[in-house]
T-cell receptor, first 114, second 115 residues
Framework: DTAVSQTPKYLVTQMGNDKSIKCEQN?????MYWYKQDSKKFLKIMFS???????INETVPNRFSPKSPDKAHLNLHINSLELGDSAVYFC?????????????FGDGTRLSIL | GESVGLHLPTLSVQEGDNSIINCAYS??????FIWYKQESGKGPQFIID?????DKRQGQRVTVLLNKTVKHLSLQIAATQPGDSAVYFC??????????????FGAGTRLAVHP
């Protein structure tokens, strides 16, 4: 009954490879997000999608390409991985509406670049 | 006590004491604020929120105070327990056209509860 689930939980790969992280939410929310958390625990938004439409792109390198096949899924594909991409990536979702609602987070994907 | 340095600020408290975690936010236009708790290996977990038309909100053992004049937010945890040990983040919500919004997170404070 996990609300926001990400796979894989851990991802270890070589520099220069291409990898994908998947996210699914079963909360019926219409907005999904990707965040990056660095080694100092600083959390920063990368992307936001609403009903499969890109809403926020926080000047993330174009090696990062989010894809939303439907409103319950938001995947993140990363090309040509670099050492600086090592971080924990969190997916989140929320419901857009008149009154703000909190975002619900997955448990993260820890990406380590060798 | 509280320490700030190159590492995440840490607040150390004794079990049973009250904890107060502070946060300064940056955007006067922020209209909604959330406190999250992050345990090791987990994602941020919602604790409590407050809208900008309020200055105090209480939950179970937690209270959030909002001072818009000085752009300050605090989280008070009553009778702190070992299970409260985690990193706590404040987040400010910035709304923009179309009914969309984004969260801007603070740097985080590590709460260490000692028996």
């Amino acid at each position: 009954d996990t609300a926001v689930s990400q796979t894989p939980k851990y991802l270890v790969t070589q520099m220069g490879n291409d990898k994908s992280i998947k996210c699914e939410q079963n909360l019926g929310h219409d907005t999904m997000y990707w965040y990056k958390q660095d080694s100092k625990k600083f959390l920063k938004i990368m992307f936001s999608y609403n009903n499969k439409e890109l809403i926020i792109n926080e000047t993330v390198p174009n090696r990062f390409s989010p894809k939303s096949p439907d409103k319950a899924h938001l995947n993140l594909h990363i090309n040509s991985l670099e050492l600086g991409d090592s971080a924990v990536y969190f997916c989140a979702s929320s419901q857009r509406g008149t009154l703000n609602q909190p975002q619900h987070f997955g448990d993260g994907t820890r990406l380590s670049i060798l | 006590g509280e320490s700030v340095g190159l590492h995440l600020p840490t607040l150390s408290v004794q079990e049973g004491d009250n904890s107060i975690i502070n946060c300064a936010y940056s955007n006067s236009a922020s209209d909604y604020f959330i406190w999250y708790k992050q345990e090791s290996g987990k994602g941020p977990q919602f604790i409590i929120d407050i809208r900008s038309n309020m200055d105090k909100r209480q939950g179970q053992r937690v209270t959030v105070l909002l001072n818009k004049t000085v752009k300050h937010l605090s989280l008070q945890i009553a009778a702190t327990q070992p299970g409260d040990s985690a990193v706590y983040f404040c987040a400010e919500n910035v709304s923009f056209s179309g009914g969309y919004n984004k969260l801007i997170f603070g740097a985080g404070t590590r709460l260490a509860v000692h028996p």
